[in-house]
């Protein structure tokens, strides 16, 4: 993504930790087919217009529509990517009433039309493992219950995700919150097959046991109920969009299931907390089906 040639004046934070910014992108991002105005967030926020789009575009580096625009084209195009929903279908998940209006939005961000721009990037999607035998016998599909959590956002690519854990880690600290029996909870919305390094979206996040807080980043998630797909990933983060092609690549093409499209996104759900030292990272990374 070219910076002179879009609406974006800087690249987002690693953290945010403005909770005023924390719950605006929590709203823009709260349903992704669902129509919203400016005067709708701004509303949700208590703030006017105007100072929500001065204090949201000086910390992000964009206005919120082109926060909204963005994010969305990208979940569109992983659509496109990683099913074979018909493409009337993507653009309405992603807010799009024509499917025309869609085209042009998608073309204006890629270059390319949703049709042409499916051909090529399924052509990417290349077999991660030896056989359709050894991806099975490492995924598991269970039905999951709906968990309230305690999320964070940063910003940046996968390699720097550990160091997103250090520093929520050293935030809950600031905040009293030192319990080691915490659940933690990563949820990664964004593929770098598609989304720029320093946009990748990325929560830290806790399973809730009930906390009170207030006037914080924090802000509540709720993990859905509903089928999931797993598979345990142990050791370095290094390797982790290995296991993640093995799941959503080998296992998803022999399966015959299709992930949700407006899903939340894929979890990682932790062992051990990984703000801790002296422990491998053992999680098992967790994404919604259909």
Same mark, same amino acid.
């Given at each position: 993504?070219?910076?002179?040639?879009?609406?974006?004046?800087?690249?987002?934070?690693?953290?945010?930790? =403005?909770? +005023?910014? *924390?719950?605006?992108?929590?709203? /823009?991002?709260?349903? %992704?087919?669902? @129509?919203?105005?400016?005067? #709708? $967030?701004?509303?949700?926020?208590?703030?006017?217009p105007?100072?929500?789009?001065?204090?949201?575009?000086?910390?992000?580096?964009?206005?919120?529509?082109?926060?909204?625009?963005?994010?969305?084209l990208?979940?569109?195009?992983?659509?496109?990517?990683?099913?074979?929903?018909?493409?009337?279908?993507?653009?309405?998940?992603?807010?799009?009433?024509?499917?025309?209006?869609?085209?042009?939005?998608?073309?204006?961000?890629?270059?390319?039309?949703?049709? =042409?721009? +499916?051909? *090529?990037?399924?052509?990417?999607? /290349?077999?991660?493992? %030896?056989?359709? @035998?050894?991806?099975?016998? #490492? $995924?598991?599909?269970?039905?999951?219950?709906?968990?309230?959590?305690?999320?964070?956002?940063f910003?940046?690519?996968?390699?720097?995700?550990?160091?997103?854990?250090?520093?929520?880690?050293?935030?809950?600290?600031?905040?009293?919150?030192?319990?080691?029996?915490?659940?933690?909870?990563?949820?990664?919305?964004?593929?770098?097959?598609?989304?720029?390094a320093?946009?990748?979206?990325?929560?830290?996040?806790?399973?809730?046991?009930?906390?009170?807080?207030?006037?914080?980043?924090?802000?509540?998630?709720?993990?859905?109920?509903?089928?999931?797909?797993?598979?345990?990933?142990?050791?370095?983060?290094?390797?982790?969009?290995?296991?993640?092609?093995?799941?959503?690549i080998?296992?998803?093409?022999?399966?015959?299931?299709?992930?949700l499209?407006?899903?939340?996104?894929?979890?990682?759900?932790?062992?051990?907390?990984?703000?801790?030292?002296?422990?491998?990272?053992?999680?098992?990374?967790?994404?919604?089906?259909?």
């Amino acid at each position: 993504m070219n910076l002179e040639n879009s609406e974006h004046t800087r690249f987002p934070p690693v953290m945010v930790d =403005d909770p +005023r910014i *924390a719950r605006a992108i929590r709203f /823009l991002e709260r349903t %992704p087919a669902y @129509s919203m105005q400016l005067t #709708d $967030v701004a509303n949700h926020m208590d703030l006017s217009p105007f100072h929500l789009q001065r204090i949201f575009k000086s910390t992000m580096g964009e206005t919120p529509a082109a926060y909204l625009r963005r994010t969305r084209l990208d979940r569109a195009a992983m659509n496109l990517q990683m099913s074979s929903e018909p493409i009337t279908a993507i653009a309405l998940n992603a807010g799009y009433q024509s499917h025309e209006a869609f085209i042009r939005a998608f073309h204006l961000q890629f270059g390319t039309t949703p049709s =042409d721009y +499916r051909s *090529a990037a399924q052509l990417q999607l /290349l077999p991660a493992s %030896p056989g359709p @035998s050894a991806v099975t016998a #490492d $995924v598991a599909i269970d039905d999951l219950d709906a968990r309230n959590l305690l999320a964070l956002r940063f910003y940046g690519p996968h390699t720097e995700f550990i160091g997103h854990w250090r520093m929520f880690g050293a935030y809950l600290s600031k905040l009293g919150i030192v319990d080691k029996n915490l659940t933690a909870v990563s949820i990664v919305y964004d593929t770098p097959l598609i989304t720029p390094a320093l946009y990748l979206r990325h929560d830290c996040a806790i399973i809730d046991p009930g906390l009170q807080l207030s006037d914080t980043a924090l802000q509540p998630l709720l993990f859905r109920a509903g089928r999931y797909v797993s598979i345990r990933h142990r050791g370095s983060y290094d390797d982790v969009l290995k296991t993640y092609a093995t799941v959503s690549i080998d296992w998803l093409k022999s399966s015959g299931e299709m992930f949700l499209p407006d899903g939340n996104g894929g979890y990682e759900i932790y062992r051990r907390p990984p703000w801790q030292d002296g422990h491998e990272l053992d999680f098992d990374i967790v994404l919604p089906l259909v």
